[in-house]
């Protein structure tokens, strides 16, 4: 049973994003200032915070995607700002290295970070705006094996797709996603009303 209270933190969310996707269009041309309303309040009533995502499996994410893969909850993302995605989120992106596929992978920086390597044959540098650093969970595995951002360097934040909060490996292996403390708290009342594991089961491939 959801709380009266994780609805209204639920719609404010919901509410928000549709603002921000409906502004996104009209901003770029795919609706006029007629639509914008009716746009954002069809958002609101008809859409969803959150998409399923089958990943194919690997060592690189373990154990929150197995050897086998499994399906994820992914939450939808209009502004890919410092308040709405974090270091330490586990992030759904466009693979660098092959535009056709999607990779799962950590934030480990965003803009504005130095980055240091341990080879001190590389020199250090800072992370330009609306580019991000992303790693393998697994770090046993070397950068060829974990392909992260040690094999093909900075990823553009509008690669992003958004923000995995839950994966379901086997129907009786499931669980969320450990991401940022202030993504967790934001993504608590999605989860809450938009969760379905019966489903996710159903479209497992595993």
Request: charge should be negative; include cysteine; proline fraction near 4%.
């Amino acid at each position: 049973m959801v709380s009266l209270s994780t609805w209204f933190r639920y719609a404010a969310h919901k509410f928000e994003y549709s603002i921000s996707l409906s502004w996104k269009k009209y901003n770029v041309g795919q609706i006029n200032s007629t639509e914008l309303t009716d746009a954002i309040w069809k958002n609101f009533f008809q859409g969803k915070l959150t998409f399923t995502h089958w990943t194919k499996g690997g060592e690189s994410m373990a154990p929150i995607i197995s050897s086998t893969g499994g399906t994820l909850l992914v939450r939808k993302l209009a502004n890919l700002t410092p308040t709405q995605v974090f270091v330490g989120d586990v992030v759904l992106l466009k693979d660098p290295e092959k535009s056709d596929d999607l990779i799962v992978r950590r934030l480990a920086a965003l803009e504005g970070y130095e980055m240091v390597s341990n080879e001190e044959k590389d020199e250090p540098f800072v992370l330009d705006k609306d580019q991000c650093w992303v790693l393998a969970d697994n770090q046993a595995l070397k950068p060829k094996e974990a392909r992260d951002s040690r094999l093909f360097g900075p990823v553009p934040m509008t690669d992003i797709l958004g923000r995995v909060i839950y994966s379901l490996r086997t129907a009786v292996d499931h669980g969320p996603v450990e991401n940022s403390r202030m993504a967790m708290n934001q993504d608590a009342p999605v989860l809450a009303v938009e969760l379905d594991v019966e489903e996710m089961a159903k479209n497992n491939k595993t």
